[in-house]
Nanobody, 123 residues
C-alpha cells in the first residue's frame, strides 16, 4: 500500500514536498515513480528512481526544479518541488514497479499506486 501526503495550495514560485510511504517490507525491491495527471490529459511520469536511487529520471519541464529521492530505511519516497508553476497543477501519484529495479515512463508498467494528492498552483 502506498500513501501520499504533502499536496496543497501554493503560489507560483512556491515549494512543496510530497511524501509516499510504502507499507510492507518490499520497498527496497521496487523502482518508483511520481506521476501526475490533470483534467483531460494523460497520466505522465514526472520523475523516476531506481531501487537504490542510483539512477534518476526527470521530465524536461521539471528538470532543475524537482528532486526525487528515497529513504529505503523508512520505506518512503519523496518529491521536492521548487519554483512551482501553474502548469505543474495536477493530482500527483506515487507508483511502484513490483520486483522491478528500473523505473518506466509507461504508467501501465507500475503495479501499485497511491491514492493521489492534489497540487494546486495559484498565479
Amino acid at each position: 500500500q502506498l500513501v501520499e501526503s504533502g499536496g496543497g495550495v501554493v503560489q507560483t514560485g512556491g515549494s512543496l514536498r510530497l511524501s509516499c510511504v510504502c507499507s510492507g517490507s518490499l520497498f527496497t525491491t521496487y523502482a518508483m515513480g511520481w506521476f501526475r495527471q490533470s483534467p483531460g490529459k494523460e497520466r505522465e511520469l514526472v520523475a523516476g528512481i531506481t531501487w537504490q536511487g542510483g539512477s534518476l529520471y526527470y521530465r524536461d519541464s521539471v528538470k532543475g526544479r524537482f528532486t526525487i529521492s528515497r529513504d529505503n530505511a523508512k520505506s518512503t519516497l519523496y518529491l521536492q518541488m521548487n519554483d512551482l508553476k501553474p502548469e505543474d497543477e495536477a493530482v500527483y501519484y506515487c507508483a511502484a514497479r513490483g520486483g522491478r529495479l528500473i523505473y518506466s515512463s509507461t504508467w501501465e508498467d507500475y503495479d501499485y499506486w497511491g491514492q493521489g494528492t492534489q497540487v494546486t498552483v495559484s498565479s
